[in-house]
């Protein structure tokens, strides 16, 4: 095995594969938006802290640029097709706007659990982020940061916790159209 130099532009490829969460938003008008983003980490425990990167062409940025938060939602492997034309603007499907979309798409959701933005009712869970930071590195995404204020996990997947009771099989985009899930799960001794 050899490793060779590869395209700088697809470079983040190698991160892959990763959740495709579902992001919600209202515009200034009231206009609910779910869109899919797997440019999400934790960057902080202590207060709970989620990053999202998104580019800056898109409504939900915009959204995201005035708005004073934003819900999280986790898909499960099959709600892959919901999730997918969610993202309209990539999987190129044309809806008039955007309250269109969330009908079309047939993903079961909720308007009114949470101000911020609309969430999935029957993914794994959903967290409520009230916006702490907005970032601009310089490049075609905007940052923007997160604190958790509420967060709600899937009973029959989750105990309250957090912990897994069944393997939880998240949605997870490799690249493109291309979408995978997690294998099974296993367990490591600590060291002490
Ligand atoms: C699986 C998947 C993952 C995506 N991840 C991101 C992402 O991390 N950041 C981003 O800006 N767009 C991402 N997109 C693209 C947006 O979801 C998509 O273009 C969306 O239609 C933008 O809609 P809006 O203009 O209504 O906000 C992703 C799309 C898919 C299908």
Same mark, same amino acid.
């Given at each position: 095995?050899?490793?060779?130099?590869?395209?700088?532009?697809?470079?983040?490829?190698?991160?892959?594969?990763?959740?495709?969460? $579902?992001?919600?938003?209202?515009?200034?008008?009231?206009?609910?938006?779910?869109?899919?983003?797997?440019?999400?980490?934790?960057?902080?425990?202590?207060?709970?802290?989620?990053?999202?990167? %998104?580019? @800056?062409?898109?409504?939900?940025?915009?959204?995201?640029? $005035?708005?004073?938060? /934003?819900?999280?939602?986790?898909?499960?492997?099959?709600?892959?097709?919901? $999730?997918? @034309?969610?993202?309209?603007?990539?999987?190129?499907?044309?809806?008039?706007?955007?309250?269109? @979309?969330?009908?079309?798409? @047939?993903?079961?959701? &909720?308007?009114?659990?949470?101000? /911020?933005?609309? %969430?999935?009712?029957?993914?794994?869970?959903?967290?409520?982020?009230?916006?702490?930071?907005?970032?601009?590195?310089?490049?075609?995404?905007?940052?923007?940061?997160?604190?958790?204020?509420?967060?709600?996990?899937?009973?029959?997947?989750?105990?309250?916790?957090?912990?897994?009771?069944?393997?939880?099989?998240?949605?997870?985009?490799?690249?493109?159209?291309?979408?995978?899930?997690?294998?099974? &799960?296993?367990?490591?001794? /600590?060291?002490?």
């Amino acid at each position: 095995m050899t490793m060779r130099p590869g395209t700088l532009a697809t470079s983040h490829r190698l991160l892959a594969p990763r959740i495709a969460y $579902v992001v919600g938003t209202r515009s200034p008008a009231g206009e609910a938006n779910l869109i899919p983003v797997s440019n999400v980490t934790s960057v902080s425990t202590d207060p709970e802290q989620v990053l999202l990167a %998104i580019y @800056k062409n898109w409504t939900t940025y915009d959204n995201l640029s $005035v708005a004073s938060g /934003f819900t999280l939602s986790v898909p499960s492997a099959d709600q892959r097709e919901g $999730v997918w @034309k969610l993202g309209a603007r990539y999987s190129r499907y044309d809806f008039p706007n955007r309250t269109a @979309k969330l009908h079309a798409s @047939k993903v079961r959701l &909720t308007d009114d659990a949470d101000s /911020f933005g609309p %969430i999935l009712s029957d993914g794994l869970g959903w967290l409520s982020c009230r916006i702490v930071q907005r970032l601009d590195a310089g490049g075609n995404h905007g940052i923007f940061i997160g604190e958790v204020v509420h967060v709600e996990f899937n009973d029959d997947v989750y105990a309250s916790d957090g912990t897994p009771v069944v393997n939880p099989r998240p949605l997870m985009q490799v690249t493109g159209n291309l979408f995978t899930t997690a294998g099974g &799960t296993s367990s490591i001794p /600590f060291g002490q």
